[in-house]
């Protein structure tokens, strides 16, 4: 018996829906530019949604559905991804090129998503055309379910703490100088540091500054998010310590800091307890890899408020290490390790999978670095620059196998080619193998790499050329799970992924520049088998664009396996 394509949607919705034991979140987003915020004080064109810079939280719990119906009021295309949720079994809501057509200008389209079996701090933002660029972000918190423990005691309050780099000036022309330009690096150096999206305290470009107000006695958990386009940053605050608890979905093993690294794309938890005198105290981001003062624009600087505090900020800032001290780095990320005995989404504990037996199925080497093609300077992963196309890979997947879209497998994972050259590239994945991903950074600055879909295992750093004997240096006992991991100048990072999520997932560098031209691929994690509680078939409200806005309708998925 044929089944519609409507019916077939409200038979999925219903197990769906049923078999889960989340809420329905809606939201309501109008998504504008705004030259009245003036961030740094300077008139540019900011994204809003529903007047705010940064945008509005999204506050769920595990299990729960977002349903986000976003107008797009801009004049231009227009798509959000969500940094670090990994949409299970529906990369359809990932909201990036490959996955999505865009919502166009003067309409409106609804991403439905669960925050399924995960937990902790993420982030979203607009995903094509440079917007990041002009704000459009906003944090994400997904938070456990009372029947699991969270592993430190409930905290007198939480804090949002997004903090990224920021230009002057209107993005649309930074976006073109970029696409037109000879030599990348004329895009120069970002001009400010913004907390939650406000210039530095005391600097003159500043037309407000952010300020948390604390009780003494109280401990607070902050969630840090580096929403920026380009450098990592040195966190602290002046006289007191943070107690590391968790990353992008992660409870880690609890230490204490003097400062935290947060690396482009990246999320973290820490408790900061307020056992000073009642008074203010600076909160510092710095930026990494680059030679800045005290009195620059560049070093973000908010405020911690006693809340009977009558005293002004005094002393000098805290310090932090030295930029260039790369050791610090490194040997801060290897501490940072996976809780193995608590709890997080399921009630089992975290540790379920032990790396240190899996057999790897799949190993991709990927050089990132810069190469010339037609006379213009790209980012390049094994000498191919991702070459986004009109048409998203998942739907020309699902409607007629890539064909005239994309080739599969064309790109070399495990070489590099002679020549730079754009490529559509998209490669098989393994279902439920595992994977070893090797990003080796072959430019000057830090990098970091994201993989939508899943959160990966962090096992290894290393400086210079990997090699097979590299994996003797990595750590199969506790590493951190999370879906961003920084990659220092000259060296690399491994990872390991289970692939047993099927979709369309982008790796990407999350510096925006090396993105937006062509540090990007697709991974296809293919099952075979047509049940669609193995992957969800496109949703109700499914737009079409490129090759198939014709008109032409996706076929329902057949009915077996039931």
């Given at each position: 018996?044929?089944?519609?394509?409507?019916?077939?949607?409200?038979?999925?919705?219903?197990?769906?829906?049923?078999t889960?034991?989340?809420?329905?979140?809606?939201?309501?987003?109008?998504?504008a530019l705004d030259?009245?915020?003036?961030?740094?004080?300077?008139?540019?064109?900011v994204i809003?949604?529903?007047?705010?810079?940064?945008?509005?939280?999204i506050n769920?719990?595990t299990?729960d559905?977002?349903?986000?119906n976003?107008?797009?009021?801009?004049?231009?295309?227009?798509?959000?991804?969500?940094?670090?949720?990994?949409?299970?079994?529906?990369?359809?809501?990932?909201?990036?090129?490959?996955?999505?057509?865009?919502?166009?200008?003067?309409?409106?389209?609804?991403?439905?998503?669960?925050?399924?079996?995960?937990?902790?701090?993420?982030?979203?933002?607009?995903?094509?055309?440079y917007?990041?660029?002009?704000?459009?972000?906003?944090?994400?918190?997904?938070?456990?379910?009372n029947?699991?423990?969270?592993?430190?005691?409930?905290p007198?309050a939480e804090?949002?703490?997004?903090i990224?780099?920021?230009?002057?000036?209107?993005?649309?022309?930074?976006r073109?100088?970029?696409?037109?330009?000879v030599?990348i690096n004329?895009?120069?150096?970002?001009?400010?540091?913004?907390?939650?999206?406000?210039?530095?305290?005391?600097?003159?470009?500043?037309?407000?500054?952010?300020?948390f107000?604390?009780?003494?006695?109280m401990?607070?958990?902050?969630r840090?998010?580096?929403?920026?386009?380009?450098?990592?940053?040195?966190?602290?605050?002046?006289?007191?310590k943070?107690?590391?608890?968790?990353?992008?979905?992660?409870?880690?093993?609890?230490m204490?800091?003097?400062?935290?690294?947060?690396?482009?794309?990246?999320?973290?938890s820490?408790?900061?307890?307020?056992?000073?005198?009642d008074?203010?105290?600076?909160?510092?981001?710095?930026?990494?890899?680059?030679?800045?003062s005290?009195?620059?624009?560049?070093?973000?600087?908010?405020?911690?408020?006693?809340s009977?505090?009558?005293?002004?900020?005094?002393?000098?800032?805290?310090?932090g290490?030295?930029?260039?001290?790369?050791?610090?780095?490194?040997n801060q990320a290897?501490?940072v390790?996976?809780?193995?005995?608590?709890?997080?989404?399921?009630?089992?504990?975290?540790?379920?999978?032990?790396?240190?037996?899996?057999?790897?199925?799949?190993?991709?080497?990927l050089?990132?670095?810069?190469?010339?093609?037609?006379?213009?300077?790209?980012?390049?992963?094994?000498?191919?620059?991702?070459l986004?196309?009109?048409?998203?890979?998942?739907?020309?997947?699902y409607?007629v196998?890539?064909?005239?879209?994309?080739?599969?497998?064309?790109?070399?994972?495990?070489?590099?080619?002679?020549?730079?050259?754009?490529?559509?590239?998209?490669?098989?994945?393994?279902?439920?193998?595992?994977?070893?991903?090797?990003?080796?950074?072959?430019?000057?600055?830090?990098?970091?790499?994201?993989?939508?879909?899943?959160?990966f295992?962090v096992?290894?750093?290393?400086?210079g050329?990997?090699?097979?004997?590299?994996?003797?240096t990595?750590?199969?006992?506790?590493?951190?799970?999370?879906a961003?991991?920084?990659?220092?100048?000259?060296?690399?990072?491994?990872?390991?992924?289970?692939?047993?999520?099927?979709?369309m997932w982008?790796?990407?560098?999350?510096?925006?520049?090396?993105?937006?031209?062509?540090?990007?691929?697709?991974v296809?994690?293919?099952n075979a088998?047509?049940n669609?509680?193995?992957?969800?078939?496109?949703?109700?409200?499914?737009?079409?664009?490129?090759?198939?806005?014709?008109?032409?309708?996706?076929?329902?998925?057949?009915?077996?396996?039931?």
């Amino acid at each position: 018996m044929a089944v519609s394509s409507n019916r077939w949607s409200a038979i999925l919705l219903a197990i769906f829906f049923t078999t889960a034991n989340g809420i329905d979140i809606f939201l309501e987003w109008n998504v504008a530019l705004d030259s009245t915020i003036k961030p740094a004080g300077l008139d540019q064109p900011v994204i809003t949604i529903n007047g705010m810079f940064p945008g509005p939280l999204i506050n769920a719990t595990t299990n729960d559905f977002v349903h986000v119906n976003v107008f797009n009021n801009l004049d231009e295309p227009l798509l959000f991804t969500w940094n670090g949720i990994q949409q299970r079994l529906n990369s359809w809501q990932d909201g990036v090129s490959g996955t999505n057509c865009p919502i166009l200008p003067g309409t409106n389209w609804t991403y439905v998503f669960q925050t399924k079996d995960q937990i902790g701090s993420f982030f979203y933002f607009p995903s094509i055309n440079y917007q990041k660029a002009a704000g459009g972000f906003g944090p994400i918190r997904v938070n456990n379910r009372n029947v699991i423990a969270v592993p430190f005691p409930k905290p007198e309050a939480e804090f949002d703490l997004l903090i990224g780099d920021w230009f002057y000036g209107d993005y649309k022309k930074r976006r073109t100088m970029m696409e037109r330009s000879v030599d990348i690096n004329e895009g120069g150096v970002p001009n400010m540091i913004l907390m939650n999206g406000k210039g530095p305290y005391g600097d003159p470009m500043s037309k407000a500054y952010e300020s948390f107000t604390v009780t003494k006695g109280m401990t607070y958990r902050f969630r840090i998010s580096n929403v920026g386009s380009a450098f990592s940053f040195n966190f602290r605050i002046q006289n007191h310590k943070m107690v590391l608890v968790e990353t992008e979905g992660s409870y880690t093993n609890q230490m204490t800091l003097d400062s935290l690294d947060v690396h482009v794309g990246q999320s973290y938890s820490v408790l900061v307890t307020a056992d000073q005198d009642d008074s203010d105290y600076f909160m510092v981001a710095s930026p990494k890899w680059f030679n800045s003062s005290d009195s620059t624009s560049l070093v973000g600087l908010s405020v911690l408020h006693y809340s009977i505090s009558n005293s002004q900020l005094t002393g000098p800032l805290p310090t932090g290490p030295d930029p260039f001290d790369l050791e610090f780095s490194v040997n801060q990320a290897k501490s940072v390790r996976w809780n193995l005995t608590t709890g997080a989404a399921r009630p089992n504990p975290q540790g379920t999978f032990n790396v240190s037996n899996i057999s790897l199925t799949q190993t991709f080497q990927l050089h990132a670095s810069m190469g010339a093609i037609n006379g213009q300077q790209r980012y390049v992963v094994n000498n191919i620059s991702y070459l986004t196309v009109e048409t998203p890979l998942k739907l020309a997947d699902y409607m007629v196998n890539g064909s005239g879209v994309y080739e599969l497998d064309q790109f070399p994972t495990q070489t590099v080619n002679s020549e730079a050259s754009y490529g559509v590239s998209v490669v098989s994945g393994i279902h439920k193998g595992w994977i070893e991903l090797v990003f080796i950074n072959q430019l000057g600055v830090i990098d970091s790499w994201h993989l939508d879909g899943f959160g990966f295992y962090v096992v290894g750093f290393g400086n210079g050329e990997w090699t097979e004997e590299s994996r003797s240096t990595y750590n199969l006992y506790d590493p951190i799970v999370r879906a961003t991991a920084q990659v220092y100048p000259r060296g690399w990072t491994a990872v390991y992924a289970f692939l047993d999520n099927p979709g369309m997932w982008n790796v990407r560098s999350q510096l925006l520049n090396n993105w937006y031209l062509g540090h990007e691929f697709y991974v296809r994690v293919f099952n075979a088998d047509p049940n669609p509680a193995k992957e969800r078939p496109p949703p109700e409200n499914l737009l079409l664009c490129g090759i198939f806005q014709s008109g032409m309708e996706p076929a329902p998925a057949p009915m077996t396996g039931w």
